[in-house]
């Protein structure tokens, strides 16, 4: 049983590290056939191009499942160093997603 996978690919997370000023985070619904919510996160390049530097099936949308992405999967996948140049994270309007991003920030 899946529970949660976060993943990324190495030429897009170079490009998150060279353009590391921007990251967008939402969640969509019903893309795959177990119709779990899949998390997706982008940024931009210099030329306004955008690319996905991490994508995570999740196995909900509760709480604990956004602390477990923006607390664990992003730092892990992407590295701390990197995530200190990030001057702006964009949302939606769903708390949860915008109360985890406020829990890693207390955490650093």
Not at 72 to 92: A, F, Q
């Amino acid at each position: 049983m899946l529970l949660g996978v976060a993943w990324c690919h190495e030429d897009e997370r170079i490009l998150f590290e060279k353009h590391s000023q921007v990251l967008m985070f939402d969640c969509t619904h019903q893309t795959n056939i177990e119709r779990r919510p899949l998390g997706i996160a982008t940024g931009g390049d210099q030329n306004m191009e955008v690319f996905t530097p991490f994508r995570v099936f999740m196995p909900s949308q509760q709480q604990w499942v956004f602390d477990w992405i923006f607390c664990s999967c992003i730092p892990t996948l992407m590295g701390p160093e990197i995530l200190e140049r990030t001057m702006l994270v964009l949302t939606d309007v769903d708390k949860q997603i915008y109360g985890a991003f406020d829990n890693m920030q207390e955490a650093f």
